[in-house]
């Protein structure tokens, strides 16, 4: 199921529309844990308040789409990425920013940790439908294990990514990122970009100049011709390869299912065959006519009366025993009767729950 909705959602989000217009702007989808500082690095980048930032835990609800003024209209147009319905119940709001060049957005994602499930919903289709990531995380969180299955499935599609380190302190700086790189080259991401932010924050809460500057350049870097176009067939291109292996899942997966429910319906079919042999076998060889039966039938055969009704209507035996039979007689085989009635009863339901 994990396989199938990923293909499902790269499919329909990402490779079709990216296909379908090669030279779109590229997408950066901003993602990480919960408190990580995505939204700041956001506001920081744009040099606007596009996310609001702060303590309230998910900050970012509702993913917001930054992008030039030239490419909004671009954006709110199409439905490229999906984005011009709704995400997983949440609207994608598209907003201009000067401070971002041509050529390129960025969408502030939901946490992948978020406690609120739509949340985590969005997140895993916007990542699935972006051209590159620029994970954010903190010295705290970047070796988790929830980040890092994001970062490893990452890895294993060769998707771009930078990793921005952000709350860095000082006396940790060169300790953290030789971690960190280990970590990143653990799960195919070596080559990955990585920045820092150490400087703490400014007055209006957002990143020191120093630290958000290499940020700026990368994504200046990014926008040119040559490196978007790089960039988004490097994305499509691990995009294609990560579904093909999902969707080489999703037929094995198919393909057991339908050699287990053949196997199933053989096991049924025949646990119920051999109930129905077992009933007539029981019918034909005597097994029934055991305790209670096989002590009243003789008294009852002995009156001779039971076998002339029998040969004469097989179909009212009940009726000529119990008409026909003197009062001692009609006891018997009605006793008879009974045992072997309940015998009967007794043997095709045990035999039917036993199958």
């Not at 978007?228 to 579904?243: K, P």
Request: glycine share 8%; net charge negative.
């Amino acid at each position: 199921r994990d396989s199938r909705e990923r293909a499902a959602t790269a499919i329909d989000s990402h490779l079709l529309p990216r296909l379908d217009d090669l030279e779109a702007p590229a997408v950066v989808v901003v993602g990480g844990s919960t408190g990580a500082g995505k939204s700041t690095a956001i506001n920081s980048v744009t040099g606007v308040e596009i996310s609001p930032a702060g303590a309230r835990r998910p900050t970012t609800t509702s993913p917001v789409l930054v992008c030039h003024p030239e490419h909004v209209k671009w954006f709110e147009e199409r439905e490229f990425l999906g984005l011009a319905e709704e995400a997983g119940g949440a609207r994608v709001s598209v907003t201009p920013s000067d401070e971002l060049p041509e050529g390129l957005a960025l969408i502030d994602s939901p946490d992948i940790d978020s406690v609120a499930a739509s949340n985590r919903l969005i997140a895993d289709r916007l990542l699935a439908a972006a051209d590159l990531w620029l994970w954010v995380t903190t010295p705290r969180r970047y070796g988790d294990k929830r980040p890092m299955d994001y970062l490893r499935r990452a890895g294993e599609t060769g998707r771009p990514i930078a990793v921005l380190i952000n709350k860095l302190q000082a006396a940790s700086r060169d300790e953290v990122i030789a971690l960190a790189k280990e970590r990143l080259a653990e799960i195919r991401l070596a080559d990955a970009t990585l920045f820092t932010a150490e400087q703490g924050l400014t007055e209006d809460g957002r990143l020191q100049d120093g630290d958000v500057r290499p940020v700026r350049e990368w994504i200046t870097d990014l926008s040119a011709p040559d490196a978007r176009r790089a960039a988004v067939a490097q994305g499509l291109t691990a995009g294609l390869r990560a579904t093909g292996r999902d969707l080489a899942t999703v037929v094995k997966g198919l393909n057991a299912e339908r050699e287990t429910a053949a196997r199933l319906d053989a096991a049924a079919g025949q646990a119920y065959a051999d109930a129905i042999v077992t009933i007539e076998e029981a019918l034909v060889d005597g097994s029934l006519l055991r305790g209670e039966v096989i002590r009243q039938m003789p008294h009852a055969l002995g009156t001779g009366a039971v076998m002339r009704q029998i040969e004469k209507v097989a179909g009212e035996v009940r009726r000529m025993a119990t008409s026909a039979l003197p009062d001692a007689a009609r006891n018997t085989a009605l006793g008879a009767f009974g045992a072997m009635r309940e015998a009967v009863g007794s043997l095709i339901p045990g035999s039917a729950g036993d199958a």
